[in-house]
Nanobody, 125 residues
Framework: QVQLVESGGGLVQAGGSLRVSCAAS????????MGWFRQAPGKERKFVAA????????YYADSVKGRFIISRDNAKNTVYLQMNSLIPEDTAVYYC??????????????????WGKGTQVTVSS
């Protein structure tokens, strides 16, 4: 079992930066693929970024590539998403997820096994 708790969301102006964090509990954290997904009102949950168990491989959706950075600290059981050059279209609830699936540049929410409750990120124009 892995429990996930997101933090760090908030309101930011377009062009600004924000870092969201996900604290995990459970002995298997360091062996899991970790990912971030987001869901805007009335839309389906979409893949944002993923990172493999060691942190050596990262993957991004085209819409955030070059602006967002995913990282993890296995000693702290935490995964991060650094979001730069934010645009209003990035507004969504951001969810942390864990699973055993091999990370790829596109992932489906159904591939992940554990989820946090999400944190709201709002980008104003």
């Amino acid at each position: 079992q892995v429990q996930l708790v997101e933090s760090g969301g908030g309101l930011v102006q377009a062009g600004g930066s924000l870092r969201v964090s996900c604290a995990a509990s459970g002995r298997t954290f360091s062996s899991n693929t970790m990912g971030w997904f987001r869901q805007a009102p009335g839309k389906e949950r979409k893949f944002v970024a993923a990172i493999n168990w060691s942190g050596g491989s990262t993957y991004y959706a085209d819409s955030v590539k070059g602006r967002f950075i995913i990282s993890r600290d296995n000693a702290k059981n935490t995964v991060y998403l650094q979001m730069n050059s934010l645009i209003p279209e990035d507004t969504a609830v951001y969810y942390c997820a864990a699973g055993i699936a091999t990370p790829r540049s596109t992932m489906d929410a159904a591939q992940m096994n554990y989820w946090g409750k999400g944190t709201q990120v709002t980008v104003s124009s």
